[in-house]
Every structure is written in structure tokens, then in C-alpha cells.
């Protein structure tokens, strides 16, 4: 059975520490997305890969940094440096070039 | 920059009615745009991609067209049922590796 999983579901974090988020896809797709989605907003784009150890920056992604150490998995973590982390975070994959992008559920992140 | 525009912010229509959801973007150079369904708390489930050379893709029910030239899109909903209840979200691909720029979605009831 296919498809993307993030853990957790949910999250909760104090404000000053670090957090990471787990995304996984058996898909054997090479590029994977990390987006962010806030209420009344559109999703934005934090970060993507085309392909293993490689990674670019999205349209929102100072406090956050991903690593792709495998194709299967692109985890992000959210900084302290990030002002609102506060959102709900998606990830995505797809095969390389203008291709459907498919969404795992999502991690909701609360930092109080 | 590419924006997407998705009007109205939300839609309540009785079961049973044919509707059509709209989707504008401001920049026609497009490889393909993707409509997708988010149900509350859920992440995004890939309804229909258009390719730019395409003029509309049909899946069940639903059928969505692309009118590049005008810089519009429209997804038809047939015989709306309380379960198509859920946002509905636009996303064009504007192939600068595959990123996608989304609209902030319709909210749809629909009422039994």
C-alpha cells in the first residue's frame, strides 16, 4: 500500500526548542515537498528536493531546515528562530519533473 | 509572481445541484494546475490534473477545465452530494522545479 506518512499527528513544543518533523513515502518518488498551511492562507512552501542530498529553499524557509539523507524520507525541523511555528505542516511527493504531487496527513504543531 | 485566486472563500448549496468552482491565476506560463480536496484537520487528496496542453480532465463526477489563454480554471461538481462537503483547493505549477503556488481554497457545504 503507497503512500506518505508524517509522524507525528500531532505536536507539542515549548517556545525556545527545536522540533522535527518526520515525513516518509514509499512511493519511490525522487521529489519530496514541505509546505505549510495557516488558517485562511494558502499553502506555502518551506522547502523541496529533486533527489537525494539535495535540497532547496521554498518561499517561507528561515527557522527551518530539512536533510535528505534518503529518498524515502525528508524530515524538517522547525528552529527556535522561527517566529510563528505554530501551523499545520504538510508534506509531499512526486515523481521528478511537472508531475502530480501527492500529500501525506499532516502534523498540526502547537508551540506555546 | 504567480497568484491564485479562488472566489468565493465559501459555497453552501443544497444536495443534488450541479456546481462550478472557479480558480484564476495571473501568469499563463503553466505546466499543468491540480485541484484538490481537504476535509478538516486532513491532508490534501489529488482530485484532477490538467496538463497546460489539455483542456479538461474528467474523473467520475467531477470534471475540471483549463483555460490557459485567460488564466482560468473550473471545477464542475455533479449532483453535489453532503459527502463532496469539504475545501477545495487550486494549484498551478509554474515547472520552476515542480513548485506549487496554491489558492486559499472554496469551503463547501452541501446541505442534505
Known amino acids: 500500500d503507497g503512500g506518505i506518512t508524517q509522524s507525528p499527528k500531532y505536536l507539542f513544543r515549548k517556545e525556545g526548542q527545536n522540533v522535527t518533523l518526520s515525513c516518509e513515502q514509499n512511493l519511490n518518488h525522487d521529489a519530496m515537498y514541505w509546505y505549510r498551511q495557516d488558517p485562511g492562507q494558502g499553502l506555502r512552501l518551506i522547502y523541496y528536493?529533486?533527489?537525494?542530498?539535495?535540497?532547496q529553499k521554498g518561499d517561507i524557509a528561515e527557522g527551518y531546515s530539512v536533510s535528505r539523507e534518503k529518498k524515502e524520507s525528508f524530515p524538517l525541523t522547525v528552529t527556535s528562530a522561527q517566529k510563528n511555528p505554530t501551523a499545520f505542516y504538510l508534506c509531499?511527493?512526486?515523481?521528478?519533473?511537472?508531475?502530480?504531487?501527492?500529500f501525506g496527513p499532516g502534523t498540526r504543531l502547537t508551540v506555546t | 509572481k504567480q497568484e491564485v485566486t479562488q472566489i468565493p472563500a465559501a459555497l453552501s448549496v443544497p444536495e443534488g445541484e450541479n456546481l462550478v468552482l472557479n480558480c484564476s491565476f495571473t501568469d499563463s506560463a503553466i505546466y499543468n494546475l491540480q485541484w484538490f480536496r481537504q476535509d478538516p484537520g486532513k491532508g490534501l487528496t489529488s482530485l484532477l490534473l490538467i496538463q497546460s496542453s489539455q483542456r479538461e480532465q474528467t474523473s467520475g463526477r467531477l470534471n475540471a477545465s483549463l483555460d490557459k489563454s485567460s488564466g482560468r480554471s473550473t471545477l464542475y461538481i455533479a449532483a453535489s452530494q453532503p459527502g463532496d462537503s469539504a475545501t477545495y483547493l487550486c494549484a498551478v505549477n509554474t515547472g520552476a522545479n515542480s513548485k506549487l503556488t496554491f489558492g486559499k481554497g472554496i469551503t463547501l457545504s452541501v446541505r442534505p
Open positions: 528536493s529533486q533527489i537525494v542530498n539535495d535540497f
Open positions: 509531499a511527493s512526486s515523481r521528478p519533473g511537472n508531475y502530480e504531487q501527492y
